[in-house]
Structures are given as C-alpha cells and as structure tokens.
C-alpha cells in the first residue's frame, strides 16, 4: 500500500487492540492522544481520521493540526456522521415513531452536552475549505437499518452506556426498555446515520496554510 520506502502510522489513545499491526515493518503503532500529544508537521501524505473528530470538543483545533502533518500536495480523508438525519422508515404503530424520536433526541442532547457535535458530518466540507485544502469533495453513504439487524445495535449500544445520563434527561427505564425493544422489532426501520466522507489536499505552492 505505500511502497518499500513508506510507512502507516496508526495511533489511538489505547491501542491494545491494534497489537497485530505491530508485526508488519512498515506500520507503526502510536499510544497517542490526538488533543495534546506533539504530531509531525508537514510528514505525511495521507492523514485519514474516521468517527474521531465528531467526539472531540477540541475538534477545529484537532483539524488544524491534521492540515499542517500533511506535506504539500498531501491529502486529508475525514469521516464522520451526521447523526442529525435519522428518520424512521417503518413502524409498527405511530408510538414507535414518537419514541424513537424523543430517546434519540435525547441521546444528541446528551452529546451535545458533553462536548460532541453530532452534525459535524455535515459541516465537513467547508471546514476542510476553510483550512485552505484544495480540491474539496465529498461523498456521502447511508442505507436502511431494520430491526434486529447489526446496524440498528448502534443505538441500542450509545442508549445503554449514556443510560444514567438520559435518565436525567426524563427519559425513563421504561421508555429504553419499549425503545430496545422497538430496535429488536423486524417492523421496524430507521435510515442509518449518513456517513460523510469529506477530502482536499494541501497546497502545493502555499505550504503554509491556514490555522
């Protein structure tokens, strides 16, 4: 993938689970933490970040700092969702719908609380044009999830582990009991969060770029 000459550096705040990289010579395994640990400027021709930069409050910083590791002419891949588009597309009654809607409302205002941007999907393009990357573009993937299927477990998974949190926010354990139980329903269908995937590359006659 990047020659006999190149290298993949991979880094994560935990990487244990990355332990099987560490046998190839030509990729790299960083414990590191992307809001405050040094990062190599003007190193790389790829930084790809995927489902990191929505999480972070820090995240214009985080994207600088992407921009100025790349080399000249180097290209930054982002990807993220924006977990504002998220209809229903199918229910077994009209409580369904109305359920769905409050639980996952809540669960934005929850991340949203703690410092996430959950429509940064959608604000990738011009945040990357704003950095001064040229050649912008971006695509866009999302597709049905049905009840009981591997997808829709994402929002089964987010409500459990924010469980204290939106009970705070009046949402009851009886109502994340019939809200799992809807995501188990084969009635059931919800469009997936769009997943953008937005890139430019740096400059080739202006190194520096914009902060």
Avoid at 11 to 39: A, K, M, N, S, Y
Avoid at 175 to 190: E, G, I
Wanted: overall charge negative.
């Amino acid at each position: 993938m990047v020659g006999s000459t190149g290298r993949v550096v991979v880094t994560d705040v935990e990487p244990g689970h990355l332990h099987g990289l560490r046998d190839r010579g030509d990729v790299q395994v960083w414990r590191h933490d992307i809001t405050r640990d040094p990062l190599p400027e003007g190193e790389f021709d790829l930084v790809h970040a995927r489902l990191v930069l929505l999480h972070l409050p820090q995240r214009e910083e985080v994207l600088s700092r992407l921009v100025k590791a790349l080399r000249p002419g180097g290209c930054l891949l982002l990807e993220d969702f924006d977990c504002g588009y998220v209809p229903v597309l199918a229910a077994p009654g009209e409580d369904g719908v109305v359920l769905f809607e409050r639980v996952h409302g809540a669960l934005l205002d929850q991340l949203r609380a703690a410092g996430a941007d959950p429509l940064w999907g959608r604000r990738l393009f011009a945040a990357l044009t704003v950095c001064g990357l040229e050649g912008v573009s971006a695509t866009t993937h999302a597709q049905a999830w049905r009840g009981g299927d591997a997808g829709v477990r994402l929002h089964q998974v987010n409500t459990e582990q924010l469980r204290t949190a939106l009970h705070a926010r009046h949402v009851t354990e009886e109502d994340l009991q019939a809200f799992w139980a809807l995501l188990r329903d084969p009635r059931f269908a919800v469009a997936s969060y769009p997943l953008v995937s937005a890139r430019g590359r740096r400059p080739l006659d202006r190194p520096e770029v914009t902060s």
